[in-house]
């Protein structure tokens, strides 16, 4: 029976007429174009109501958001191209790149509120942050001063904030451990007053130090005063793309063309004047002294509170001891307060609610990762030791598992390791290898038996042909070509194909059963397989590992490689293949013979390569224009590099032709000086040779006339 013809987005149109209904002039409006202009009104307006989080109760908040004005179009216009031009970087050197600093500084002199809030050109303000002078940053810093607690809860104004701190903590580390920068000579400008940067910043806490309570839970201001503390206490500043408790998982990059030191936004470990560090102790102190435990225990679950909590704790035991811990005020005796932790305390009561909350078990890591060994101990003995099975089967509980793995002795993970193997097959059926990677990692460093491991996870991705790869890199059987090409679309990594893949890549890490379950497998492909594994980009991760491993044996490489033969070029255009051919160079060690036929594939396919962007890099990494250029010095130099034991002649091949042929041929692998060496050494035994005839012919000559003299 034919279907009701339906129209899609039913639930929508309904939402729409309710809204017509109760606004009658909604239906009279139209979406058009805006202006950037435009865009920063309607942005101005919405931020005094919609961009603010709902913050914990009971703790002072700031002021209204006060309004700085907004730029005019012919403003927005300039600062926007100059905002291109920076990004692409596209000077006469640095001077000029200086000179055009200067201007625009010019312009945006007591506008640099109104940039800062602009959608349209607050990415210029955080440009010219990345390259602006030590005294430029001062510059600003003293134009953002007494705005600050309400620039860091904008939208656009937090990230110009956050670039300034970073930037500006070189130039601290710089004055303190140069104290020659800060004899500068008098000005010529009656109203400037000089300032260190560590000043700036004491004032600028000084400026936020009220409301820090409510900053912690803010959307926007969070991220900055996480930057903040992170930059007082010297400790390093995780990179964007690493896992971190800083940085917003939607922070957009803003970086300067060919400029290296602007392409991330990190910090190295550093030095800090005695002030920071007291400054920090007075924050962490006053954050808790002044809160109740209840208060602290809730923004472990809040989610913009959580990492700022994560922050403070981080960074009063590893800067400041963790004898710290026995102290009545410190963040971890309020969190935990109870001495022994048992069952039915407060404190056993806040970490089982913890372990499997989504938000609050990234504060249960901190603690675990920092916590004092007495009291670390006692939590494991307590909470975790006769869990550890249990905890891993949970999505969540096992990452908490983890780290308590990486904190555990021998004889303890031993125990933990029989728990945990025996939940293997539940593990791998639900895609959750992570503790299991965590768990092999721990046993090679702390020596203990991986057999019970290896047997289990044998069982687990066991298939026709025994222990399969394939099941653990999650390829299933596909449609594919002839070539091995999956006909649908090119595949995506996904979570559980990467996890599988970093799995892989542990078992090979260790010597013996365990990694040979993965080097056997991989022999055993077939060459489509093994083509296809290279082609998906979290596979061949692994494979680029197996050839590279310390533990591959020639025999694996060479009948691996020797796969890969007639797909070569194709491999070398494709985005994932290319790494594999590029981890074939290292792979060849001791199978100089097998880099020399892959580098002929290679330059049959030089006009294809150098057409593609990941071909190039191919070409370029196997140096294959001294290939063509000068074969015998790329010869030589594979031959080198591969071992100097390591040249074999091509298997099962026998050179028949005449040794004037065979002379030749071995002369192609020899350099020009080689060769005059060697047409030097033959001239001088030939001519040794012929002085020899000539002596003995003399002396049968003699010997000859003496013989008719005599008769």
Known sequence: MPKEHKKRGRREDLKKRKREHEDPDAAAKRHKQTSPYDQDVA?????????????????????????????????????????????????????????????????????????????????????????????????????????????????????????????AAHVVTEEHTKPELLQTPPSSDPNEVFVTMENLFLYTLDELEAYLGFLMTDRFASHVLRVLLIVLAGAPLEKENQKSAVHSKR????????????????????????????????????????????YLRLLATHPTGNPTLQTLLKLELSQFGKSRAKNE????????????????????????????????????????????GKLFKAIYAEFFKER????????????????????????????????????????????????????????????????????????????????????????????SDDGGKVKSKHEQSTPDKV????????????????????????????EQLTLRVARDPAASRTLQAALTSPNASVIFRRKVIQQLYGHVGELALDPAGSHVIDAVWEGTHGLAFIRERI??????????????????????????????????????????????DGFQSFPEYKDTAAPAVQSQRASRHMTAIELARKKHAEAKAAAAAAKNDTKKKNKEDSGNNARVAAH
């Open 43 to 167: 942005v101005a307006q919405d931020d005094q109501v919609v961009f603010q989080d709902e913050a914990i109760d009971g703790v002072t908040r700031p002021g209204a958001t006060p309004f700085y004005g907004m730029l005019d179009e012919e403003e927005q216009e300039y600062f926007k191209k100059a905002d291109e031009m920076l990004e692409l970087n596209d000077f006469d050197g640095p001077d000029g790149r200086a000179l055009f600093l200067q201007n625009v500084y010019k312009e945006a002199n007591g506008k640099e509120l109104k940039i800062a809030n602009s959608q349209s050109c607050s990415r210029l303000m955080e440009r010219l942050i990345l390259l602006s002078s030590p005294q430029q940053l001062k510059g600003l810093f003293q134009k953002f001063s007494g705005e600050f607690v309400h620039l860091v809860q904008h939208r656009f104004a937090s990230h110009c904030c956050e670039a300034l701190f970073i930037r």
């Open 251 to 294: 922070k957009e990059k803003v970086s300067v063309s060919g400029v290296e030191s602007t392409r991330e936004y990190t910090l190295g470990k550093r030095q800090v004047p005695q002030s920071f560090l007291d400054a920090l102790e007075k924050i962490i102190n006053d954050s808790v002294a002044s809160q109740e435990s209840s």
């Open 329 to 372: 005020k410190s963040l971890i005796r309020k969190l935990l307060p109870d001495d022994p932790i048992k069952e039915g305390t407060e404190s056993a009561s806040f970490i089982n609610g913890l372990v499997y909350d989504t938000i609050g078990s990234r504060l249960l890591e901190t603690i675990i990762e920092n916590a004092p």
């Open 388 to 479: 550890m099975g249990s905890l891993a089967r949970n999505e969540i509980a096992g990452y908490v598992a983890g780290r308590v793995l990486e904190r555990l002795g021998k004889d303890d993970l031993e125990e933990a390791m029989r728990q945990i193997a025996e939940q293997i097959p539940g593990l791998v059926e639900r895609n959750r290898t992570a503790i299991i990677k965590t768990l092999i990692e721990r046993c090679v460093v702390r020596g203990v038996n991986l057999v019970p491991v290896k047997n289990k996870l044998e069982a687990a991705y066991k298939g026709a042909d025994g222990f399969e790869v394939t099941r653990m890199l999650k390829l299933g059987e596909g449609p």
């Open 499 to 526: 996890h599988g893949s970093l799995l892989a890549q542990a078992m090979m890490a260790v010597p013996g059963p365990l990694g040979k379950l993965i080097f056997d497998s991989f022999m055993n492909l077939g």
């Open 599 to 644: 580098a002929e594939e290679l330059a049959e396919n030089e006009a294809a390569l150098r057409e593609s962007h990941v071909g190039r890099a191919v070409w370029r990494n196997w140096r294959m224009d001294l290939y063509k250029r000068r074969r015998p010095d790329w010869v030589k130099q594979a031959r080198h590099t591969a071992g100097n």
